[in-house]
């Protein structure tokens, strides 16, 4: 039998209680630590959505993974400059409110973030940002439009990855700049899967507009539907 808890927690971050759901799976008293999946809700959904409104609870029941699905409002996962410091709350401190009460891995590579909608922005904003919190990213549909951005270190106007994997499906990548990869750059540690992107006007000084991946050899995409 698994267990799914629905409440609320306090948050020091955010200064007053926040909605939270957590599925742990039927052998959660082992000794060894669960792998763990933080999963976002969208901009009119809920910490409670993902439970309610789709076959997670069946799909998890046979994973070895727990599943914390926290409650962010509209917040679009950020740290707001008059109002509630969000991000934090998500990358910092609910891993730790989660490890402090169940057998949770801390480690990198246990660790995934996704998301739908706006929580598929806040999933890799997250991932992206710290990337040495999360081993795998995944954004579903997250409405993300990169315009007009540009990078001081040559790579990946938009987006750059390092290491992990990230997915992307519906992003518009518009007018951003780069010496390799005007739009998008991953070097050999990271993994990029594209679905249904919109990959225009991009522009690069060396290689690839669109999108540049490093693999011992590079490979470059140009602009268009990826």
């Not at 609870?57 to 740290?79: I, K």
């Not at 922005?121 to 990337?131: S, V």
């Not at 549909?141 to 997915?167: D, K, M, Q, W």
Request: glycine share 12%.
């Amino acid at each position: 039998e698994h267990m799914i808890l629905r409440g609320q927690t306090y948050s020091k971050t955010l200064e007053m209680e926040t909605g939270l759901s957590v599925f742990v799976p039927n052998s959660f008293s082992r000794q060894k630590p669960y792998k763990i999946v933080y999963l976002l809700h969208g901009l009119t959904c809920s910490a409670y959505s993902w439970l309610d409104n789709t076959m997670l609870p069946h799909f998890a029941a046979a994973g070895d993974y727990a599943v914390v699905m926290p409650a962010v409002g509209r917040s679009f996962y950020a740290d707001m400059k008059y109002g509630q410091r969000f991000f934090t709350y998500i990358t910092n401190e609910l891993p730790q409110i989660c490890r402090a009460v169940f057998n949770i891995s801390a480690d990198r590579a246990d660790t995934a973030i996704i998301g739908g909608s706006m929580g598929g922005y806040g999933a890799l904003k997250a991932a992206l940002t710290r990337p040495e919190n999360y081993g795998y990213c995944c954004s579903l549909a997250p409405g993300c439009l990169f315009i007009g951005n540009s990078t001081a270190n040559g790579r990946g106007g938009a987006i750059y990855g390092s290491s992990g994997n990230v997915i992307l499906e519906n992003c518009t990548f518009e007018d951003n700049h780069a010496a390799n990869g005007g739009a998008i750059a991953m070097d050999g540690n990271c993994s990029l899967s594209m679905t249904d992107c919109q990959v225009t006007g991009n522009n690069a000084d060396i290689s690839a507009g669109g999108v540049y991946i490093y693999h011992g050899e590079s490979m470059g995409k140009r602009n268009g539907t990826i």
